[in-house]
Each structure stands twice: as C-alpha cells, then as structure tokens.
C-alpha cells in the first residue's frame, strides 16, 4: 500500500469531504478550522490529530476519556481511531474502533452526502467499495448464527 505520509494525505482528504457536507463535523465555524492529521518530530516522527478546536489528540490506541482534547462525539472518537489505525499499518480499519465507520447509519448526514463521502474514501484507498462493504456483512451475518 501507499507510504504512511501518502496515507495521511488520503485520510485528511477524507476529513476534508466530511467538513466540507451536511453537519459539517471535523469543522468549527467560529474559527473557521478543520480538524486533520500531521507527522511531528526530528528523529522519531509521530502521529497526531489536531482537533478543529485547536487541541492536539493522541490518536494512538487510548480511552476516550483520556482524549479531553477531541471536541466530537463517540462515534467520531471510533473513526479517527480507525482513520489513525489506517494510517499507521495501511491495512483495511473501517469500523474497528466501533460504530461501522463511513458505513455508520447514524450520522444524521443525507444519503447522498454519505454515498460522496465513501466515493472520496474509495478513491483515496481507504474503502474498497460498496460490493465488499455488502459481501463482507453477508459474511459476518453467516459467522454470527453459526
């Protein structure tokens, strides 16, 4: 897959899209700020998440309530947590962390807004698409009443 710095670029595009629709979240429009992810550090370069309100996140594997400085609610905490899984390894995140990630169907975001969003998301590398998205709950839905 793509380096760790390409993947960021992917990740905030997708952050991008999602403040850019609908709720606006990752936005603050009082400010006029976008939430979006960056690489900081000399020798050994780290992952962090500056929120749209300024506060700087450690994106790593954490509690929510130790990320006092993520302005949005839980079912974002679980997509940046996804987003940040995706950036560090490259592998396939969507909904790890909870909440069934860009598949969530609670968003209050129009339909359309989400079908963009996930094109966006598929473009950049980070979806598959909506066949596998389907395929692989056919698949968990058979694991499950097994």
């Known amino acids: 897959m793509k380096t760790?710095?390409?993947?960021?670029?992917?990740?905030n595009s997708i952050i991008n899209e999602i403040s850019n629709r609908s709720r606006r979240f990752f936005y603050e429009k009082d400010t006029n700020r976008k939430s979006y992810f960056y690489i900081a550090g000399n020798k050994n370069k780290r992952l962090w998440y500056m929120d749209k309100r300024g506060g700087k996140v450690n994106p790593y594997p954490s509690n929510?309530?130790?990320?006092?400085?993520f302005s949005e609610?839980?079912?974002?905490?679980?997509?940046?947590?996804?987003?940040s899984e995706f950036i560090?390894?490259?592998?396939?995140?969507?909904?790890?962390?909870?909440?069934?990630?860009l598949y969530c169907p609670h968003w209050g975001y129009p339909e359309e807004d989400m079908k963009a969003i996930r094109e966006v998301a598929v473009k950049v590398g980070y979806l598959k698409g909506e066949l596998e998205w389907a395929r692989l709950n056919r698949l968990k839905s058979i694991v499950m009443k097994e």
């Open 4 to 11: 760790r710095e390409e993947r960021l670029e992917a990740i």
């Open 64 to 69: 929510m309530y130790n990320d006092y400085s």
């Open 73 to 83: 609610g839980g079912t974002l905490w679980g997509l940046m947590h996804d987003f």
């Open 88 to 101: 560090l390894t490259g592998k396939d995140t969507n909904g790890n962390n909870g909440y069934g990630g």
